[in-house]
């Protein structure tokens, strides 16, 4: 009598279990090592990010106190006030009221910020930006020297930037801007935050940033 064939004979071997298991866990092996290197990635990212950060600040700091130390005197006069690397001087310290005419005291004071910001020059990639300021109180009717005070603050800006080549600062160095009754520092509803308003800023800025904004403009 003829034997049937066991249908087991022609059926193929089933893979171990280990090795099912053992591709499953290589997957996911190769799916952590993706997301560890993408973790490390990103973590050496911001760590480049807060060491730019963390040296931008320092060196904004170490200006800020180089300046401070070249500005001693001036600033211990009570003349000029120093916030946030600008230099600020009152604008009755410098014009008479509607006046691009530097007054005596101006002068002085003008004369006197010259040397200490000329060293201060030297060791930097930096220009000093004159900018001036008005209220927005009107110019008088009958002014012709000045349509409006875009036009004041252009010219005391200005003038206290020849006074500065003047008294020593190198002219490649400095430059000026006006920005008329815009950004006022006080209220322009009583006099005593016009007259906080009418005033000229000396700022350092990045040479670079000069150049840039000047060719954009």
């Known amino acids: 009598m003829r034997a049937e064939p066991d249908l087991d004979e022609h059926l193929e071997p089933s ?6 298991f053992g591709d499953l866990m290589s997957v996911l092996l190769g799916a952590f090592v993706l997301i560890l290197l993408g973790v490390i990635g990103v973590q050496l990212d911001l760590s480049a990010r807060l060491h730019e950060a963390l040296a931008a600040r320092q060196a904004e700091s170490q200006r800020r106190q180089a300046l401070e130390q070249a500005l001693a ?29 530097l007054q005596p005291e101006g002068q002085a004071l003008i004369a006197s910020l010259a040397a200490p910001l000329a060293g201060y ?14 209220d927005d109180r ?15 603050s252009a010219k005391r800006a200005l003038t206290v930037t020849r006074a500065l080549i003047e008294a020593g600062v190198p002219s490649a ?23 906080r308003n009418r005033r000229v800023e000396i700022a350092p800025i990045p040479r670079q940033r000069a150049q840039t904004e000047a060719g954009g403009g």
Request: charged residues 15%.
């Open 138 to 152: 009107p110019i008088h009717e009958g002014n012709l020297r000045f349509a409006d005070n875009w036009e004041l």
């Open 73 to 101: 005197g001036p600033l211990a006069s009570g003349r000029v006030t120093l916030v946030d690397g600008r230099i600020g001087i009152s604008g009755s310290v410098l014009f008479a009221l509607n006046s691009d005419a």
């Open 173 to 195: 160095s400095v430059f000026a801007a006006a920005f008329g009754a815009e950004q006022p520092v006080a209220s322009n509803d009583d006099p005593e935050g016009r007259a």
């Open 121 to 134: 020059l030297q060791t930097r990639q930096e220009l000093l930006m004159v900018s001036g300021f008005t």
């Open 15 to 20: 893979a171990p279990a280990w090795a099912v």
